[in-house]
């Protein structure tokens, strides 16, 4: 016997705290339309979608912090729903959804990892 503990499994992040993660990514995507320096001009995000995204990263937010994974489900399929519109509209130039479409693969993107957490967020069921 050589009197160490035995070695613990690491303790993966819970959805409230993948949640938080992804929600700020969210946000902090959103300042990609105050970026004017040609290099780190990944995506171009308008003002409509800035706001989209920092809206849609506060529900999230507010969904970690209340225990409300649906408020998280609701903000990804929203980004989902808003870029993929986008995204099938290319070309046109139809009032809210005109903009980037960079920025809406990028909304579709963060959207999934939101949809992604609320799938993880509940227990799985145990089978016999």
């Given at each position: 016997m050589?009197?160490?503990?035995?070695a613990r499994?690491?303790?993966?992040?819970?959805?409230?705290?993948?949640?938080?993660?992804?929600?700020?990514?969210?946000?902090?995507?959103?300042?990609?339309?105050l970026v004017d320096y040609t290099p780190l001009h990944?995506?171009?995000?308008?003002?409509?979608?800035?706001?989209l995204l920092v809206g849609l990263a506060a529900l999230a937010a507010v969904g970690c912090a209340l225990r409300l994974p649906m408020l998280v489900l609701a903000a990804g399929s929203i980004l989902i729903v808003a870029g993929l519109v986008r995204l099938?509209?290319?070309?046109?130039?139809?009032?809210?959804?005109?903009?980037?479409v960079n920025a809406a693969a990028l909304m579709v993107g963060l959207g999934t990892a939101f949809v992604a957490i609320w799938v993880t967020a509940r227990p799985l069921p145990l089978t016999p």
């Open positions: 050589t009197g160490t503990a035995p499994a690491p303790q993966s992040l819970s959805w409230r705290a993948r949640g938080l993660i992804v929600a700020g990514f969210t946000a902090l995507s959103s300042l990609f339309a990944f995506v171009s995000v308008n003002l409509v979608q800035g706001l099938a509209t290319y070309g046109q130039t139809i009032g809210i959804i005109s903009g980037s």
